[in-house]
């Protein structure tokens, strides 16, 4: 909230709210398993110690791994190249938004997919062309398969067996197969427990026509070429680089004075000539109705691979067949008024002269463990510890009226918690849009905001913190992240934000949790509210307010209860470009005023405390 316009909320379609969810952060741990619906009344599963053998050797080997420091199970070596990684994936079912049929094939051994309960059940993934297939690899979690068949298929409908079983054991499986594809299907007739399927990795191995291995991403840092770009206010340096980038929070925009017309069109230049897979296209709200991606051997002569008159915007993966050195997004009908502009524009394939992309952040460990915390047991009195906290003062956005002082409002009270304390003081020399109970536009109320910035950053984790909220008109407290780029000049909102509770004071009812980028931010940031079980009061008590961050996206928890569960691949596919895969750090703050709480009153109770028992952060 530290930067950000008015913050009031609308809850968007894809929020996946879970208000009545009573599975806490169990849902996120691989062991913990839904009891089947099958009757009226069923017992909760045993404690995952000795719910079954299968979990506790997976809980066995777990320690073993993170003793020898490698989270990577063991798993035979294949001659061939891995195919699978990365491709469009997809299933029967999910079990939950937590378990998605792409963290099969993300290369992450602490990620997995899980099906429904039901026989029977499939995932399948698009190698994006004919391949011969000599290895599949599955790494079963303890919910296996005793009876299923590796299947391929040229189309995606009719199938031919390359592996049957009927006696699957579970465990790491390498399965040396002879067949050939573009779709390869792990398709399940019979769980060998009441519970799913669940796969932490599915990989299949062999040789596309070209023989040179899997596809890869030829196309990042590449050259690019647009029909015209924009570069001013609205839109700075939104030149053909930006889509080339992998960087979701830039892009390519044509001219803002002559580039609203058609055709509008932009290309790379791979470096040497590739068989190109698969083109990735990120739109702006500008997008192409209707557009060709066509290849050529020399930017001159374009052969049409793809072609669309019914484009969607949003995020478009496209199964593509060419060659060619240069690959270009030829628009020929716009959406709207406006130009064409991309987020990103990525091709893959074989062949080329690419650049390596940086590696992708690594996910938390499973089960995550204690990187960093707080637990604020200073004596009484004394200030913020220097090593982890820096004050932020200053006066506050949003059309607050609060002065924020260097950590004077700020301290331990010798039980454990920090109490940030929002006071009716004026502080002389400060300019604040006039106050309504003293018309006065020097600032009147005094409170605390504090950041890791400069101490504490980090990519993916679970970070919560205990806290007790005030009651008032006008009060407004907030436990957040900002992405670090903000601190090298990267401005709000390209740099993301992360809201992990919100509390109005004149609604201590309900809390929100709100994500912000440059696609959807202020009221129109992603998020919902919540409430307490029987419409209880937050500030009658601490609650643990908690996100669980990783590759896949964010779920929200209150003291263990989902409450909110975002999903990158939904959000690309719906709002645009999820820009959370980067640095972030933790701000603390109690606002008073501005527009989204309204001022304070003459009831408002001041001081008015917000305390924080503990911040912590696992990885």
Not at 137 to 145: D, H
Request: aromatic share 10%.
């Amino acid at each position: 909230m530290g930067v950000r316009g008015v913050s009031g909320r609308l809850t968007g379609t894809l929020t996946g709210v879970s208000d009545a969810s009573t599975l806490a952060l169990r849902e996120r741990s691989p062991n913990y398993r839904r009891p089947p619906p099958d009757g009226d009344v069923v017992s909760p599963p045993p404690a995952s110690g000795v719910r079954r053998l299968g979990t506790l050797l997976a809980l066995l080997l777990t320690l073993l791994l993170a003793l020898s420091l490698t989270a990577v199970p063991i798993a035979s070596a294949a001659a061939d190249p891995l195919l699978s990684q990365g491709r469009p994936v997809t299933a029967s079912s999910t079990e939950n938004a937590a378990f998605p049929a792409t963290a099969a094939v993300d290369g992450n051994p602490g990620t997995r997919w899980s099906s429904a309960f039901a026989d029977p059940q499939w995932i399948q993934v698009d190698l994006g062309a004919t391949a011969t297939i000599s290895q599949v690899q599955l790494t079963w979690e303890a919910a296996y398969a005793t009876a299923f068949q590796v299947q391929a298929s040229a189309d995606g409908t009719s199938w031919t067996n390359l592996h049957t079983t009927t006696s699957g054991a579970g465990g790491d499986q390498t399965l040396t197969v002879s067949g050939s594809g573009r779709y390869v299907r792990v398709y399940g007739t019979q769980r060998a427990t009441p519970y799913d399927y669940s796969l932490w990795e599915f990989k299949v191995y062999g040789t596309t026509g070209g023989g040179s291995g899997g596809e890869r991403l030829l196309s990042y840092n590449r050259p690019g070429v647009a029909s015209t770009s924009q570069h001013d206010g609205a839109c700075w340096e939104c030149t053909p680089a930006r889509a080339f980038d992998l960087d979701p929070a830039s892009r390519w925009a044509t001219s803002g004075t002559t580039g609203w017309v058609d055709p509008g069109w932009i290309y790379v230049d791979l470096g040497a000539t590739a068989q190109i897979s698969r083109v990735v296209l990120q739109w702006d709200p500008a997008y192409a109705r209707s557009f060709q991606i066509q290849v050529s051997p020399d930017a001159a002569t374009w052969t049409t691979v793809y072609s669309t008159t019914t484009g969607t915007g949003f995020k478009q993966t496209l199964n593509v067949s060419g060659s060619g050195r240069y690959v270009r997004m030829y628009g020929t009908q716009r959406a709207t008024p406006y130009g064409y502009s991309l987020w990103e524009f990525q091709v893959y394939g074989t062949g080329g002269n690419p650049t390596a992309p940086p590696a992708p952040p690594r996910d938390p460990a499973n089960p995550p463990v204690l990187v960093w915390s707080d637990e604020f047991n200073g004596p009484a009195g004394s200030r913020p510890d220097a090593a982890k906290w820096r004050a932020d003062p200053g006066t506050g956005p949003n059309n607050e009226l609060e002065y924020y002082t260097n950590h004077d409002n700020a301290a331990m009270n010798g039980q454990g918690q920090l109490v940030m304390e929002a006071r009716k003081q004026a502080t002389p020399g400060s300019a604040c849009p006039r106050d309504p109970l003293t018309g006065s536009t020097t600032c009147q109320y005094t409170s605390a905001r504090m950041n890791t910035g400069t101490k504490f950053h980090f990519t993916y984790g679970r970070v919560e913190a205990r806290i007790r909220v005030p009651k008032g008109n006008g009060l407004w407290p907030a436990f957040w992240m900002m992405g670090a780029d903000f601190l090298t000049g990267r401005p709000w909102p390209y740099n993301g934000e992360i809201d992990i509770m919100e509390v109005l004071g004149k609604d201590v009812k309900t809390s929100y949790s709100t994500v912000h980028a440059p696609a959807y931010n202020g009221g129109g940031g992603i998020g919902a509210p919540y409430t307490l079980p029987n419409g209880a009061d937050f500030s009658d008590d601490f609650h643990v307010w908690a996100a669980n961050w990783d590759s896949r996206g964010i779920v929200y928890t209150l003291d263990g209860r989902t409450v909110l569960t975002l999903s990158k691949d939904q959000v690309e596919q719906t709002r645009g470009p999820w820009i959370f895969d980067h640095p972030f750090y933790i701000i603390l703050n109690l606002a008073v005023g501005g527009d989204w709480p309204g001022p304070p009153d003459a009831a408002t109770p001041f001081p008015a405390r917000m305390l924080v028992d503990y911040v912590r952060v696992y990885q």
